[in-house]
T-cell receptor
């Protein structure tokens, strides 16, 4: 089974631009979560999508948005980029949420997209 | 204040030696605790997952322990290898469906020959 894939792997943008990142989950996985990772803040949760609906959201401004398609693929968009948005953006997929025991709801991470804002 | 604190921040050991990484948390309620290994430039990979009732779980040379009473966990690496050089991240979930995960800042481990 193929793992979680993210495109592009590297991206350079300038302040004020917008960017769209893509994530393809493991086949059969319906939950996709997005994270931002920076050296100073570590991993921070952005949002989670499940069955095309945003189910949970972290403490990020509205410039960060996402969506999920019917095939569970997900995109994340950041508008009006700021220097502080430079980070590794990670996507993780899992089978599903709900009330399953977490041991069976393991998240699998993609390799990430390294975004640099100049 | 981060609800998951890891120590040390970084660690350098010689190949073949053992080491122990610490994770203290204040997350409540508690559902599960995971240890991830993240190689430079790659996404995290799960090493162990433990729920409230589990005290120890092993994955090869990696052994994680959990004391839910004191809210402490450790990751012990035995007979370290150069490929163990990575960041090790402790993640605590407050809910069973992992909608509420809290991440530690990680411990950067360097194994030298």
């Amino acid at each position: 089974k193929a793992g979680v894939t993210q495109t592009p792997r590297y991206l350079i943008k300038t302040r004020g631009q917008q960017v769209t990142l893509s994530c393809s989950p493991i086949s059969g996985h319906r939950s996709v979560s997005w994270y931002q990772q920076t050296p100073g803040q570590g991993l921070q949760f952005l949002f989670e999508y499940f069955s095309e609906t945003q189910r949970n959201k972290g403490n990020f401004p509205g410039r960060f948005s996402g969506r999920q398609f019917s095939n569970s693929r997900s995109e994340m968009n950041v508008s009006t980029l700021e220097l502080g948005d430079s980070a590794l953006y990670l996507c993780a997929s899992s089978l599903e949420g709900g009330t399953l025991e977490s041991s069976y709801n393991e998240q699998f991470f993609g390799p990430g997209t390294r975004l640099t804002v100049l | 204040k981060n609800q998951v604190e890891q120590s040390p921040q970084s660690l350098i050991i010689l190949e073949g030696k053992n080491c122990t990484l610490q994770c203290n948390y204040t997350v409540s309620p508690f559902s599960n605790l995971r240890w991830y290994k993240q190689d430079t430039g790659r996404g995290p990979v799960s090493l162990t997952i433990m729920t409230f009732s589990e005290n120890t779980k092993s994955n090869g040379r990696y052994t994680a322990t959990l004391d839910a009473d004191t809210k402490q966990s450790s990751l012990h690496i035995t007979a370290s290898q150069l490929s163990d050089s990575a960041s090790y991240i402790c993640v605590v979930s407050a809910s069973a469906n992992n909608n509420d995960m809290r991440f530690g800042a990680g411990t950067r481990l360097t194994v030298k020959p």
